[in-house]
């Protein structure tokens, strides 16, 4: 944990949240994007390594709530390329509430779930941007 995170200390304090909340959340969640008919084919064909992906996943959630170190990378860059729409995102998020009410006190749910809204948010913003400075030529392909 970062040092002086104290909103993270309290927030796991009040909330119960830990890393194996975490990992079962982000393993129950993937475990239904994999086999979903929309988000399933968009994932499975980025990732190779699921266990990989899984470990990265859960350091990435665990920044999140808990304010560890584990997690450096540039999500949204990932995203690009992937042909996401509007519709993966209103899916993604509907798979995500319902893992974690099912996963999670509804407290710790309710901070995951704005998390995810958050970041959906930011993702579908960050892509809409890319691909309207492509479309201008404003930035190079890839």
Same mark, same amino acid.
């Given at each position: 944990?970062?040092?002086?995170?104290?909103?993270? $200390?309290?927030?796991?304090? $009040?909330?119960?949240?830990?890393?194996?909340?975490?990992?079962?959340?982000?393993?129950?969640?993937?475990?239904?994007?994999?086999?979903?008919?929309?988000?399933?084919?968009?994932?499975?064909?980025?990732?190779?390594?699921?266990?990989?992906?899984?470990?990265?996943?859960?350091?990435?959630?665990?920044?999140?709530?808990?304010?560890?170190?584990?997690?450096?990378?540039?999500?949204?860059?990932?995203?690009?390329?992937?042909?996401?729409?509007?519709?993966?995102?209103?899916?993604?998020?509907?798979?995500?509430?319902?893992?974690?009410?099912?996963?999670?006190?509804?407290?710790?749910?309710?901070?995951?779930?704005?998390?995810?809204?958050?970041?959906? $948010?930011?993702?579908?913003?960050?892509?809409?941007?890319?691909?309207?400075?492509?479309?201008?030529?404003?930035?190079?392909?890839?």
């Amino acid at each position: 944990m970062n040092s002086g995170d104290l909103n993270a $200390r309290e927030r796991m304090r $009040r909330t119960g949240i830990d890393e194996p909340m975490i990992v079962r959340l982000v393993h129950a969640f993937y475990g239904k994007v994999r086999t979903d008919e929309l988000l399933g084919p968009v994932f499975n064909r980025k990732v190779e390594d699921w266990d990989e992906h899984l470990r990265t996943l859960v350091a990435f959630w665990s920044s999140i709530a808990m304010g560890t170190d584990g997690y450096n990378g540039r999500p949204l860059p990932a995203h690009m390329g992937l042909g996401i729409e509007a519709e993966h995102f209103t899916r993604w998020l509907g798979l995500f509430r319902d893992t974690a009410a099912d996963v999670c006190p509804p407290e710790a749910a309710a901070f995951f779930i704005g998390r995810a809204e958050t970041i959906a $948010r930011s993702f579908q913003m960050g892509l809409d941007f890319h691909r309207s400075a492509m479309a201008k030529g404003a930035l190079p392909a890839g």
